[in-house]
T-cell receptor, first 110, second 116 residues
Framework: GQQLNQSPQSMFIQEGEDVSMNCTSS?????WLWYKQDPGEGPVLLIA?????ELTSNGRLTAQFGITRKDSFLNISASIPSDVGIYFC??????????FGAGTRLTVKP | ETGVTQTPRHLVMGMTNKKSLKCEQH?????MYWYKQSAKKPLELMFV???????ENNSVPSRFSPECPNSSHLFLHLHTLQPEDSALYLC???????????????FGPGTRLTVT
């Protein structure tokens, strides 16, 4: 089925470092999205990708829709303490359904 | 503030209780969703409503009963739940359902449900 494998599960980095996380699947998706969830809150959309090969930035965040349509990555440059949280990838393959990765928990040490 | 509110934020209920979760969106969207988020598991889509009609029901047990009286409100009625139903229940809304840009889902803060 359309399962997403997100890695790494967790990351501990120093403030100022760059971060990279990714999602892969054995199935094709038509849309890839990246969300961030803070404790006690719902996920907030960071970046949406609609075409294979698309590379999109949002401030210090950059995400790409893999050319095979089976993967996506998210990079965060020059991390800051407020980047702490759980990052989720999500893939959409039909109108109604969206599958989520299990999340990458990011900890940033000042 | 994403424009999607959920009440209550926390709920503790016994297995014989009946309770309801409420979601309201102030974004003028036409589609609404219920998700279940359990610890260390991916979000699980439960129900999808488009223009107040249910378009998706992902094999959810009948002890969860959704209701969408209008495009701005979504309820999840709970009865005779099990301890394994304890989780964060998230509501989301989108402009419509589809793959095109502009149909991204916006989430509420969730209701933390504990079943004792």
């Amino acid at each position: 089925g359309q399962q997403l494998n997100q890695s790494p599960q967790s990351m501990f980095i120093q403030e100022g470092e760059d971060v990279s996380m990714n999602c892969t699947s054995s199935s094709i998706f038509n849309t890839w999205l990246w969300y961030k969830q803070d404790p006690g809150e719902g996920p907030v959309l960071l970046i949406a990708l609609y075409k294979a090969g698309e590379l999109t930035s949002n401030g210090r965040l950059t995400a790409q829709f893999g050319i095979t349509r089976k993967d996506s990555f998210l990079n965060i440059s020059a991390s800051i303490p407020s980047d702490v949280g759980i990052y989720f990838c999500a893939g959409r393959y039909n109108n109604n359904d969206m599958r989520f990765g299990a999340g990458t928990r990011l900890t940033v040490k000042p | 503030e994403t424009g999607v509110t959920q009440t209550p934020r926390h709920l503790v209920m016994g297995m014989t209780n009946k309770k309801s979760l409420k979601c309201e969106q102030h974004l003028g969207h036409n589609a609404m969703y219920w998700y279940k988020q359990s610890a260390k598991k991916p979000l699980e889509l439960m129900f999808v409503y488009s223009l107040e009609e249910r378009v998706e029901n992902n094999s959810v047990p009948s002890r969860f009963s959704p209701e969408c009286p209008n495009s701005s409100h979504l309820f999840l009625h709970l009865h005779t739940l099990q301890p394994e139903d304890s989780a964060l229940y998230l509501c989301a809304s989108s402009q419509g359902i589809g793959l095109a840009g502009g149909y991204e889902q916006y989430f509420g803060p969730g209701t933390r449900l504990t079943v004792t």
